[in-house]
């Protein structure tokens, strides 16, 4: 078998409007997100078929991609499509209920689940590392991060501001690809930003983009910029070049304590993603290549400077969290025996969310139309009336957030109101009020889906953080409850070993079966998440259970 | 929650006869058959919710069985229970031809999939180990081991003497657990068997319960016993008492090569379960209490001595086989390197079938009536007339093994026959000929269902061993068809961190929908396994693909 990785000549992207090339609007859908994935707009190395977030693929290989469309333009209405690892494996007869596409990515059994053996399997051709949305064909962008971190700063101004953060200020660190997201989550938030960025072409590039509003090269100007907008009430972003151990250290002898602290350097990878204090980055370059150990225990030790600051400022009365990106673990290594005394994201501002089963839910517009998103914006508005944070996010991102590929939207909503909201844009479809079906999905970085006990599942309440019966579960119901294509990934986020979990996509193609099973599979979906964590033991799970009458045959019994 | 797990009132058993106790036959055998592998005549300690395999569990606790008979008996035709772990979590709609109950038992995240992250979870309450048919609620009692044992035997048969066993001898060592199935299985496939048993109360066990015809004290009087039933064409077993790497050594030094050497003492666990050359059982038992290191090297001593003796037999001509008791490693561990030149079972004999489908198909009569499971014999026989080697196990079977609680019957068959076979059981339901609804369902050792690099896919031809997308997109697959229960397990047969593997059971009810979803979930269950071995590059698959019209897209692609 042939087994191109790259191929120069490819320059992929979606079919819009409402002619269908395959027998019904699900096959279609799975099509064409397929394709979008693969968008110049969209993927960050389309030509060699990854996606996001390192080499995270949609297909294993071009032949698979070509063998993927293929059959499923002759897929029937009552057949199944499997996909193993990215390669069309099998078409298997089942029903019109159940899935179209079923696929499983980058499953390694334990004992073998590290990356020298995938990489093994990988460079074989026998492997694809699928990460979350890539694989499971519903990665739409960079939307989805800055609405991420938008409900994080959310979160944070609800637990600690009472949801007002005017006048309130973060300190972070990191400009780069997701890091670059924070400065527009933070003023969308409604805070003030101060984000220390090492390489000025990275602030350059997210100025450009209109991603962080201002430029400094000295704290002095910076604070000053970050003051007076606090004083007026008004919400912007400064990009300080510097290096984050100089400048936390710096305003923590000044005496200044920010409202919020965190870093998205890349700190998970001390030998590329943190530049060590009085190094220029050509001399990080340098002595990556030249002395590799001697440079990581120097990011580390920067890194050790830089988190004392962030204990430091928790103690004078800032929110401080790690943004996932391990630096406390990093100082830890280096003698910050204290280093965990913060908390992650997760446990402290999104579980919260999470035990409501809230999470990235995100359609896109398959008619390629902007205006049916508009559309489903306004929907989104009128059902939910009363959640001024989300129509901030709606308008904030009309506003400044450009599409990629096909026009979607995300944001966060959660159990009692995603099969709602779902079906309504079926009835917008039925209707002729959209210009064609909506497909419907999420992250796998959500509520019931994941089993991540370095992220998604840390410090759970019952110590339950590696069980990853449910994520299994949520796949098994989703594809029970018939969604349109059901995902099981490993690895996702934190790297082979680290996490399970799995990924769904349902059609809204505006007919009565679709609202059944829109009815259904967006009920359990978040379902599985408010139960995994009334199962844990949080209350406020408990009470969403019970509020929206969640069957649960073991809550409240003694 | 309260939680109990050794409750020494219970006494289960599964209601018999037509009376439904539940909503419909779907659900209703999912009660019996949970009941069922809690039977005192069918669990190892019923009491303890422990049904086989070490601390393979049906139901977390007592609280959770209580309330998992408890959902059940109100669950609706269009919803589903969710297992987590033998916890019923929660129940969810979904739609008639929809699995009723789904499971996912014993799994976790890579990096924490060891037995000391199990067993703390274990004790907090939060997991269950669910082996494979335990938690999977299929498991039939020793029927299933006999019918393994004797469909490798019949492969060895096929493969070396041309599927006649008549005058060949089997040497073998362990008549316990499992190994104790072995002379009947032999004797059931043709051949003579000598098994040397160091423990004398196992052999007068197997002797009283039929499974071994003579017990032996010297090597002259067995080898005598076996010549002689050659000479007349017969086949018997006889149970030596005897260190196996005393006899095998002598054996050896004697110039006698037997046809077949094999072994099932307990080598994996060379702490308790190998008797080290000139030890008693007393003097076992005491040194693995006072010098337990000195205990593992004297064991795997002997095993090496016994491995050697092993390797001569192969090259003298005999058929040697590692029958999944990790013999070969023990032996390597103290220095014998060529310990792996003799293979493991699954690829040597098993394989061959599994690149057919052809794996451990079972059913069990919910009417309680043997006559139901005669007739479904006969009715095998009838659609399958041309197997010899079928017919004689049926007739064997019904002869030599006795029901253990439900009625129940297991044959190895492959993807041309189960949908079929179970086609014809449900009209046979339909019209009355048996009293109820069968049950049908398979071990997770099976063609498509397991990956677990040390047993079953041991040594794949493309290097695939480790790679656990299949079983998961079984579980999938069998879901999307309309299975009527499903699970997902890890850790099975070879404990934490080696295995994942998936379950399937579905019920014939006798009604129309049931035809469709046999055809369907029947097919596709043992073409997922078709499918696994063609990717792999076994020939057998992809002729059997082809033939038998399997849709593969990439087979046959350059
Ligand atoms: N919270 C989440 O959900 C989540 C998700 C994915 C990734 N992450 C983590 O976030 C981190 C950032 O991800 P990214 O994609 O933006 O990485 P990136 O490598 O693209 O960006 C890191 C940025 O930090 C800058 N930097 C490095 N050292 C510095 C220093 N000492 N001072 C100031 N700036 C410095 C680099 O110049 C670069 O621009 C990673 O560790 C990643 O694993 C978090
Ligand atoms: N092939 C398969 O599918 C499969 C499945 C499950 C288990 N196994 C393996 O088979 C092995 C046996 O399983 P079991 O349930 O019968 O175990 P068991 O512990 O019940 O029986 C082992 C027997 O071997 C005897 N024995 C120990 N040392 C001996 C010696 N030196 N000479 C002679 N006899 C000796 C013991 O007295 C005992 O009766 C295990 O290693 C198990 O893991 C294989």
Redesign the interface.
Known sequence: ??FTRLDKSRKISAPHGTELTTCNWQVEAAKRMLMNNLDDEVAEHPQALVVYGGIGRAARSW??YD??I??LERLKPNE???I??G?????????E???RV?I??????????TWE?FNE?DK?G??MYGQMTAGSWIYIGSQGIVQGTYETFGSVSRQHFDGDAKGKWVLTGGLGGMGGAQPLAATMAGFCMLAVECDESRIDFRSRTGYVDYKATNLDDALKLINDAMEKGEAISVGLLGNAADVYSELQQRGVTPDVVTDQTSAHDPLHGYLPQGWTLDEYKEQQESDPSGTVTAAKESMAVQVRAMLHFQKEGAAVLDYGNNIRQMAKDVGVDNAFDFPGFVPAYIRPLFCEGIGPFRWVALSGDPEDIYKTDQKVKELIPDNEHLHNWLDMAKERISFQGLPSRICWIGLKDRARIARAFNDMVKSGELKAPVVIGRDHLDSGSV???NRETEAMQ?????????P??N???N????ATW?S?H?GGGVG?????HAGVVIVADGTEEAD?RL??VL??DP??GV?RHA?AGYDIAKNCAREQG?????LD??
């Open positions: 078998m042939s032949e698979c063998k993927i293929e059959t199944s499509l499997l193993q690892s390669k069309p494996v099998g078409v298997f007869p089942t029903h209920d159940a899935p079923l499983a990515n980058s499953n390694l059994v334990p004992e073998w689940a053996h399997l074989k026998l492997m089993a991540s006990p019952d110590g339950s953080d590696a069980v990853s019966d449910w299994l579960l796949a098994l119901l594809t029970a409850g018939g059901v099981l490993h082979m070993g680290y996490s399970q059944k009815s259904r009920w359990n379902g599985t139960m199962d969640l069957d649960l045959p073991m019994t003694k």
